[in-house]
């Protein structure tokens, strides 16, 4: 039986893991996972759960009102860009910061921090979002 | 026998060039109560005018009209154009790559002409940006269309599985890029931005030169000064010039306009019947993927654009290019694109478009239509505005905005949105 792998991304977002796949052919992870590795093309593969803890490398925001009106209620949000432990990279909104010059003029100072997922959930979507620890 | 991979078949080389004034349909006297139809038509037209050539002639053509379906209220955009245009009964294809779309085109049609099916094909695209059709009426009775509309729909070109849904910020991207380029090069976050800055201010001062360029009619320090601001540096960075990010501001990004371009190419064998001097076109190559992972500066998907055209074209790029646009929609290309383009060493780019030297009377002009920016951007129709004014540049066509001396090789990169890049390599004849 097909499965959707999108619909499996969401259901396992839902249990609180990311769903990527690992290659066995060239040991890469696709995240998120598709039916092919992102680096050779090989569809030998198996599903694997990434643990979503990395450094937040860059901090940027999103504008308000926002083109997707899923995130009127927190937008501006603060959006980054994320190395995973597993070298992986993936974008995305990160939770607890204000989006203002300074803060963000700051945390780039800093140089990279530390994140771990945050998952949320906006009007009825379960979203990967990243919090500072 | 055709032996290399990669290569034309047979030489293909432009032998026409049109493009509508970029502007507002509502609004602009030039455009006013235009449809898509209409505007493709004129460029089509004009292109035919430039080449000399009756429609009878040409064997087929190809439209990209990316936003169709989602605002024009219509597809099957072929047989919306082929009697305007004198082209009824000849093959016709509607395609896109989104806003690289006219550069893709340009690659499809040189193929089918180097493939011996074809002698001569033209290639255009149109889009409308400001307005719509009102609902159940003809094309010219419109309604505007809000910024935000625009961009939610525009966006249905990014990726709907994760990315989008996941919250992606679009302009976030820019910033993400700027900082990786600063990080790379040891810059402060305040270089990058200047450079971003007096990127804009390149492209206002090239747009408020191209009479297509209708939304640009005044230079940054002229509407500074208006503003009673007698430092530029100061208004740029200014209430007017809002950030939109960490780094980037509004006169950063792009405009979004209405207009639509045409180009005919023809084998190169038969090209001398219509133009003395046509422009060859020598080499192109694009390249697809959804890029969560590039913005470390790493870019592969346009690396494997550039590298398949200049492999073609067998050019060295540190060397032999004369004039690049790269896709300015955000202007931060003008300092990453370009360097993986090899129009300028890694880490110089940077400090050349704050020396002024990337203006169409620098010796490394960029987008001397005005860019995205001060041009603005009409989606499928923009990338072929700017292979059209590189072909007028080769030509000398291009009065006070004219590079000197004329451009003898030009580069065209364009993203589309997804991602898709593609690069069309022109050189003109000795
Ligand atoms: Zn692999």
Redesign the pocket.
């Given at each position: 039986m097909a499965e959707s792998i999108i619909k499996r991304y969401y259901d396992t977002l839902g249990e609180g893991k990311l769903l990527a796949t690992n290659?066995l052919?060239?040991e890469?992870y696709t995240f998120p996972p598709t039916t092919a590795?992102e680096?050779?093309g090989?569809t030998d593969l198996e599903f694997i759960h990434l643990s979503g803890k990395g450094k937040l490398l860059f901090l940027s925001h999103g504008v308000a009102p926002p083109p997707n009106a899923r995130f009127v209620d927190i937008a501006p949000y603060a959006y980054g860009h994320i190395l995973l432990e597993e070298g992986v990279y993936v974008q995305g909104i990160v939770t607890g910061v204000k989006p203002e010059p300074e803060v963000l003029q700051e945390i780039y100072d800093r140089g990279p921090a530390l994140v771990e997922p945050d998952i949320i959930e906006l009007q009825g979507l379960k979203i990967l979002a990243f919090k500072m620890v | 026998m055709h032996k290399r991979k990669g290569t034309l078949a047979r030489g293909v080389s432009i032998i026409g060039v049109g493009c509508t004034p970029f502007g507002n349909v509502l609004e602009s006297p030039e455009l006013k109560d235009m449809t898509e139809r209409e505007l493709f038509s004129w460029a089509a037209l004009e292109a035919m005018e430039d080449a000399g050539i009756e429609a009878s002639e040409i064997d087929a053509f190809y439209i990209a009209h990316c936003m169709d379906e989602v605002l024009s209220h219509q597809f099957a955009a072929y047989a919306m154009v082929a009697d305007w245009i004198g082209m009824r009964n000849k093959p016709g294809v509607h395609f896109e790559t989104a806003c690289s779309s006219t550069n893709t085109g340009l690659s499809l049609a040189a193929m089918a002409v180097a493939s011996g099916v074809y002698d001569i094909v033209l290639m255009g695209g149109v889009e409308i940006t400001g307005s719509h059709p009102q609902e159940k009426m003809p094309a010219h009775m419109r309604e505007a269309i809000s910024p935000g509309e625009l961009w939610y729909r525009t966006n249905y070109g990014a990726d709907q599985a994760y990315w989008y849904p996941g919250g992606l910020s679009v302009s976030s991207l820019c910033d993400f890029t700027c900082m990786a380029y600063a990080k790379k090069y040891g810059l402060s976050l305040e270089q990058v931005e200047e450079a971003l800055n007096c990127a804009s201010i390149s492209n206002r001062r090239n747009g408020v030169r191209n009479p297509l360029a209708l939304l640009t009619q005044q230079e940054f320090p002229e509407e500074a000064r208006e503003r009673g601001y007698s430092d530029l540096k100061e208004y740029m960075r200014s209430k007017y010039n809002p950030k939109m990010g960490t780094i980037m501001r509004l006169f950063n990004a792009a405009s979004p306009v209405d207009g639509a371009s045409a180009i005919i190419v023809c084998a190169s064998d038969l090209a001398q019947k219509f133009r003395k001097q046509p422009v060859d076109y020598i080499g192109f190559g694009g390249a697809t993927a959804i890029p969560y992972h590039e913005f470390e500066a790493q870019w592969e998907v346009e690396k494997s654009a550039f590298a398949q055209a200049y492999n073609m074209a067998r050019i060295n790029p540190y060397k032999e290019i004369d004039y690049m646009h790269v896709h300015d929609c955000m202007v931060n290309t003008h300092f990453v694109s370009t360097e993986i383009g090899g129009y300028f060493r890694p880490g110089e780019a940077w400090r050349a478009i704050i020396e002024g030297r990337t203006s169409f009377d620098g010796d490394k002009p960029i987008s001397t239509t005005g860019g995205r920016t001060s041009m603005g951007h009409a989606w499928a129709a923009s990338a072929g505005a700017e292979i059209v004014e590189a072909v007028r540049q080769m030509r000398g066509e291009c009065d006070n905005r004219q590079i000197k001396p004329f451009p003898r090789v030009s580069v065209i990169q364009n993203y589309g949105h997804g991602i898709h890049v593609n690069v069309s390599v022109l050189k003109s004849q000795e």
């Open positions: 290659c052919d060239c890469g590795c680096y050779c090989s | -």
